[in-house]
Structure formats: C-alpha cells, structure tokens
C-alpha cells in the first residue's frame, strides 16, 4: 500500500466567462498537492491510502467522497469541524497556475501523527503545504523519519508555496534535514532552484543525492522529465503530446504515477533500477501528466485512459 499525507484543500479556478467588472468567476475544484497524488495513484490501480484531516463542512464532504471514487482508503482519514483550506487560483498566459491561499485554523494542519503505519505500507509520500504548516508539518516530519527507519520506501515532493513560507532560510534548513530520511525526491526546476537559494537545480540535486536520497526527479515542463540517481543514471524523457488547458496538478499526477509504477513491478529499492527502467517510468509519469493538463483543474487520469493512448 502508498500513504499519501498532506493537505486536502479546494481550488477556486477561474472561470470562462469575462464580465464587465473584468473579474472572472471562480469555480471550486478539489485538490491540494497530496490529495492529487492519491487520487493519481488511485486512478492508476495502485492500492493507496490518504492521511490527513478533513473537514465536516461540505467541502470536506466532497473531498473524501472523490477520493472514495478514485479507489482511494480514507480510514486514515482524520476528521474535525474547522473549515477547509482555500486556494485562489490564478492562471497567467501560458496557463500555469500562481495560487493564494487562506488557511488560518483549517482542518489539513491541524492534522495529528498517527503512530506506525500498517504493515502493509510500500511507500510513504509527503509533501506541499503538509510540510510548511504547523501543527501539522511536526507531525508529518515525525511520521517520515520513523517509516525511513522502518525501510519503506518514502518519497517528497516540497512543491514550493513561497507565499506560506515566513523564514526561507530555516525552511531550507528543515528541508535539508528531511532528506537522509527520503529515497525519492521529486520536483520542479523551479522549487530546485529556490531551494538551492538560486543556485543550478541540477547541481543542487546532484549534492542532495550525497545526503541519502536515491533518485531526485526534476519536471522541467515542456521541456518533460530528467532523473538522476545516486548510482550516476542520468536521463531526461521529452513530455508526451497534449493540448495544454492549465497545468493545475500535472507535477501531482507525475508523482502518483511514479509511486504507482513502482510498486505495480515491487521496486521499492531504488538502487536496483536500470536505466531502461527509469526511461519507462518517466515516459509513464509524462503520458498521465499529458492527460491532467488537457483538463481544467487536477483531473488525473484512469488506467483506462493510458492504455487506450497506448501506455
């Protein structure tokens, strides 16, 4: 089984329509960074369980109904009466999305450490605003040293959110300090850069493989997919064909995809990977992103869908 923890929040995505006022309506999509990842995992047919706290409200409602039928476990699903997160979105020109968020007193960071997760855990993944927001994020970061130790496989993505960030120097220290605890890192260019305080992210993830990680995953966009590994794999597979609505969730689905890869063929050492297999799991995480951003908002995709595209 994947755990997937982190926030459950909603997205408020612009409309179609432009009214004289010029402000365009805002329609709720449910999302959050983790959420997507297990709906991703989900959809793809790997057995995937959701940790966090949701709320009673009627967006909580609707979130775990939607993950109910994306195949996704909720028993892991704590549950409390303060409101969801909100996330304006807002898309610029080339339709990726900049995000506000409203998250004072929600549910998602008041969420509180399980204890052990079941035996049957393959992977742990972690991420987004579950790692940034406290009381939550203590919890969260008690959870990931204690599955590292237990040997399941553990994944992160920090999906940078700048906005919620107050002291960027001690997250980046915090953020160092997760990853002889993390296997796989996954990210964007971007975050890489920012958490590199500006510097080269492939440098900067090439340094993080000395500190235990195993494989760091870059997304570049359209300019697709790179890993590199600890054992000196380095390989960058173009992004698949799609006609591009916006980018909300493609770098989530990405990560459910990989998780769900990885466990379909069992590979939770990633030091045993060729690199054949690390063509076929980016080519893989490349398709079902295709399909997120030919959607409005995170709408991964089903194993259905893939191997009608041939995947």
């Known amino acids: 089984m994947i755990v997937v923890g982190g926030e459950a929040l909603v997205d408020l995505v ?63 699903v704590q549950r409390g009466a303060e409101p969801t997160t909100l996330a304006v979105v807002a898309l610029d020109e080339t339709g990726s999305a900049h ?41 969260y970061e008690s959870v990931l040293r204690r599955a590292a130790a237990d040997g399941v496989l553990t994944a992160l993505d920090p999906n940078i959110r700048e906005a919620l960030i107050v002291d960027g120097a001690a997250y980046r220290a915090r953020f160092a300090s ?33 500190t235990g990680v195993h494989a760091v995953v870059l997304t570049r966009g359209g300019d697709g997919l790179s890993v590199l590994t600890a054992g000196g794999i380095d390989v960058t597979m173009p992004t698949a064909p799609a006609t591009l609505v916006d980018t909300i969730g493609a770098g989530d689905t990405v990560q459910g995809a990989l998780l769900a890869w990885l466990h379909q063929r069992k590979a939770g050492d990633l030091t045993a990977l060729a690199e054949a297999d690390w063509r076929q799991a980016l080519d893989y995480a490349a398709r079902a992103a295709a399909v997120t951003v030919s959607r409005s908002g995170a709408e991964p995709p089903w194993t259905a869908e893939l191997t009608a595209s041939g995947v």
Do not use: Q
């Open 14 to 76: 612009p409309g179609e329509s432009n009214p004289d006022s010029g402000v365009r309506p805002l329609w709720p999509r449910l999302g959050g960074g983790p959420y997507n990842v297990a709906l991703a995992a989900g959809r793809l047919e790997a057995p995937v369980s959701f940790l966090s706290r949701v709320s009673n409200d009627r967006f909580g409602i609707a979130l775990l109904k939607r993950l109910e039928e994306s195949s996704v476990d909720v028993s892991m």
């Open 178 to 210: 997760w990853l002889p605890h993390v296997r796989l890192l996954k990210l964007s260019v971007e975050d890489a850069a920012w958490l590199a305080g500006g510097g080269d992210p492939v440098e900067a993830a090439r340094s993080w493989l000395d």
């Open 99 to 139: 995000y506000t968020f409203y998250t004072e007193g929600t549910a998602d960071r008041l969420v509180s450490d399980p204890g052990p997760l079941p035996e049957s855990t393959f992977a742990l993944s972690l991420g987004t605003l579950g790692m940034v927001l406290e009381p939550g994020a203590t919890a």
